[in-house]
C-alpha cells in the first residue's frame, strides 16, 4: 500500500495521522488550580493560582490577541507577548506587573476573583482566528496538576 493510500485510509477510519498527533507550538504544561492555603482572595491568594504555557518551537512565538479560557467562559486576551523559543510564561490570576525571572515570563489576569474551579475545570488556549490551539483538564484531586 502507498503512503497516499494509507493517508487516507486512516482519515477514513478517524484514525490520527502525523499531523493531528503534533505538539502544538504553544502548550499547557502546568495548571495550579487551587491556591496553596486558605482562599481569601487576597492578590498574593490569587497569584498562587496559574496556569504555565510552554512554546515548543525553535523560535519566539507571539501571542498579542491570544486568548486563555475557562469553562466559565472567563478570558483573558494576550497584550504583546513574545514567548522565547523552548521557554513558559507563567499566567496569574491576580493582579501584578508583568516580569520575566529564572522561571520564565508572568503575565497577570488582573481578575479579583479566583478563575480555575478546584473540583475540575478546562483551559482553553486558542489563537487570534479563535482555533484551540491546546487544552488542560482536571479534576479535583493533586495539585499543581501537568498538562
Avoid at 501571542?63 to 513558559?88: E, I, Q
Amino acid at each position: 500500500m502507498t503512503a497516499l493510500a494509507v493517508t487516507t485510509a486512516a482519515a477514513v477510519l478517524g484514525l490520527a495521522g502525523p499531523a493531528d498527533a503534533a505538539t502544538p507550538v504553544v502548550s499547557f504544561t502546568r495548571a495550579q488550580f487551587d491556591s496553596p492555603g486558605t482562599d481569601n482572595r487576597t492578590n498574593a491568594s490569587l497569584n498562587a493560582e496559574w496556569v504555565r504555557l510552554t512554546n515548543n518551537t525553535t523560535k519566539a512565538i507571539q501571542l498579542k490577541g491570544w486568548t486563555v479560557r475557562d469553562v466559565s467562559n472567563h478570558v483573558y486576551t494576550f497584550p504583546a507577548a513574545t514567548v522565547p523559543a523552548k521557554r513558559s510564561i507563567y499566567l496569574h490570576t491576580g493582579k501584578g506587573k508583568a516580569y520575566t525571572d529564572s522561571t520564565g515570563g508572568h503575565l497577570f489576569w488582573g481578575s479579583g476573583n479566583y478563575i480555575w474551579n478546584n473540583t475540575g475545570d478546562t483551559a482553553y488556549l486558542r489563537n487570534t482566528a479563535a482555533k484551540t490551539i491546546d487544552t488542560c483538564t482536571w479534576k479535583s484531586g493533586t495539585k499543581p496538576v501537568n498538562c
